[in-house]
């Protein structure tokens, strides 16, 4: 698979954070700034941390850098929030459209992707895409802390399978040192028990480990699949 948006990046320094979206790194000595997609707390994101900016062309931001990836230790980790569904829209493409009669169609405002007609029963399939860049010893877990979003985004995929549609939910995970991944019930058990629900009520799950280099992310292979896609 190829890398996504495969692009050449500029290597600096992680500085600091100026506030949720907004990091400071040294590249060649200068302070720039750099946009931050993913606004939580990452444990990797210190102070001289090795990471990678992706330049953008946007004349109405504050800042013309995307942070794209950070190393935790000796792993390059993505943590840009907007490759997961690129990622997963490329590994859908490559899987249904080889015969080249099936399209994968993408809706990034909701942050799921519809394919039209590509089961057995030729109904519409509702993929449900995650994304996450922390683990624990070698699982990638989710959420970090407490979200209403992923909440909402499993709720919203439990409903369409009640109603009747082809539900998927796939997890990207932007490292590749993980083997396997959990819910962290510690942190939100709410979101674990959606997990659990979603899982019993029979809805797939694929776990899509990524490698990452310095410039872009590229689809690894599929580390976990309950009934998956």
Request: charged content about 30%; aromatic content about 10%; hydrophobic content about 45%.
């Given at each position: 698979f190829n890398i996504s948006r495969k692009q050449e990046m500029i290597q600096g320094f992680f500085s600091r954070k100026v506030n949720r979206r907004i990091a400071e790194i040294v590249v060649d000595d200068n302070l720039v700034e750099a946009y931050m997609s993913n606004g939580i707390d990452l444990p990797f994101l210190k102070s001289g941390a090795v990471c990678f900016l992706r330049e953008v062309d946007n004349n109405n931001r504050r800042t013309s850098y995307d942070l794209f990836s950070v190393y935790d230790k000796d792993t390059l980790v993505c943590v840009d929030s907007k490759e997961p569904l690129i990622i997963a829209e490329m590994w859908c493409r490559e899987k249904y459209n080889h015969d080249g009669d099936s399209?994968?169609?993408?809706?990034?405002?909701?942050?799921y992707m519809k394919l039209h007609g590509r089961t057995k029963t030729n109904k519409d399939v509702i993929i449900q895409v995650m994304g996450t860049s922390l683990k624990?010893?070698?699982?990638?877990y989710l959420p970090e802390i407490p979200s209403r979003s992923l909440i909402e985004k499993l709720e919203n995929l439990i409903y369409q399978k009640r109603?009747?549609?082809d539900t998927r939910l796939m997890i990207v995970?932007?490292?590749?040192?993980v083997d396997g991944f959990f819910a962290n019930d510690e942190v939100d058990s709410d979101f674990a028990e959606l997990?659990?629900?979603?899982?019993?009520?029979?809805?797939?799950?694929?776990?899509?480990?990524?490698?990452?280099s310095d410039n872009g992310m590229r689809a690894d292979r599929i580390i976990s699949n309950m009934n998956g896609i």
């Open positions: 399209l994968a169609y993408l809706y990034p405002d909701v942050k624990h010893d070698r699982l990638a109603i009747g549609m995970v932007c490292r590749d040192d997990m659990e629900f979603a899982f019993d009520s029979e809805i797939p799950i694929d776990i899509l480990r990524c490698s990452v």
